[in-house]
């Protein structure tokens, strides 16, 4: 009996050796980031910047957002943008006197993936060009107050007009080997917090993949959080709930080796 149990356990220690590992796939700089970590640099700071301002500042949570905004508070017609660490891109935009609650409206974009905290630099030529959490660049024009130009080939349209019936005024189709998450236009707030509407993941090839707000956004201190702090996250989601999107370009940010 007392070699039988010697045997099999040396038969046991012999199998654990010679067992295969599986293998580990190499994380790439996306599969650490955290869009609330305080390791971003993101010292506060503010700038006029001809019809411009720009503003650097750190939420309480960690988030970074770097805010271009309409440099005379006293216009009442205008169009404000915030890059957030969190792949945020908001336009913010206040149609005429009157109440917040109708004349003002946001649209949301997210941005994927996710690599680095957003920063901006001033240009001799006196434009803001902003760094988004995905390394492109958008260049805000400080004479037009508008976007002249988004690095990557992001695909986008922006119109001079600011009213509430054109859902902000700016359209991004397109993030080569990326995913953009289209939150909506809404009156008044912000469209992800409303739970039952929908929000639509939108691939470098123009596949859409349309989920209810509760799937994807949690309400915290009375705003709308992403439930995906990281992209592996987002990833793993994305792979179960969205079969028709290419996610090529996420995979290889996270899995670098794999691509």
Same mark, same amino acid.
């Given at each position: 009996?007392?070699? +039988?149990?010697?045997?099999?356990?040396?038969?046991?220690?012999? +199998?654990?050796? +010679? /067992? !295969?590992?599986?293998?580990?796939?190499?994380?790439?700089?996306?599969?650490?980031?955290s869009p609330y970590s305080l390791d971003h640099d993101c010292e506060t700071f503010s700038e006029n910047v001809g019809a411009l301002a720009v503003q650097r500042l750190r939420s309480i949570d960690g988030?970074? !957002?770097?805010?271009?905004?309409?440099s005379n508070a006293q216009k009442s017609w205008y169009r404000n943008y915030q890059i957030s660490s969190t792949g945020m891109l908001l336009i913010f935009n206040s149609f005429g006197n009157g109440s917040g609650s109708s004349h003002t409206g946001s649209r949301a974009f997210y941005l994927f993936p996710r690599k680095t905290a957003p920063d901006f630099t001033i240009t001799e030529s006196g434009d803001i060009e902003v760094m988004t959490? !995905?390394?492109? !660049?958008?260049?805000?024009? +400080?004479k037009t107050k508008k976007?002249?130009?988004i690095?990557?080939?992001?695909?986008?349209?922006e119109v001079d007009l600011i009213a509430g019936s054109n859902k902000g005024g700016i359209e991004i189709t397109a993030l080569p080997k990326g995913i953009i998450l289209d939150a909506g236009w809404e009156?008044?707030?912000?469209?992800?917090?409303?739970? /039952?509407?929908t929000s639509v993941f939108i691939d470098d090839a123009g596949n859409r993949c349309e989920v209810k707000n509760y799937e994807i956004f949690e309400?915290?201190?009375?705003?709308?959080?992403?439930?995906?702090e990281t992209d592996?996250?987002?990833?793993?989601?994305?792979?179960?709930?969205?079969?028709?999107l290419r996610l090529d370009g996420l995979k290889g940010h996270l899995y670098p080796s794999e691509s």
């Open positions: 009996m007392r070699i +039988s149990v010697i045997f099999l356990l040396v038969a046991f220690f012999i +199998s654990s050796c +010679s /067992h !295969t590992p599986e293998p580990v796939l190499e994380k790439g700089p996306a599969y650490r980031y988030r970074c !957002t770097i805010f271009v905004k309409h959490p !995905t390394s492109e !660049t958008i260049r805000f024009s +400080s976007i002249s130009e690095s990557g080939g992001i695909k986008y349209q009156i008044g707030g912000m469209a992800a917090e409303k739970p /039952h509407r309400i915290k201190r009375g705003e709308p959080y992403l439930r995906f592996q996250a987002l990833l793993e989601y994305l792979d179960r709930r969205c079969n028709g």
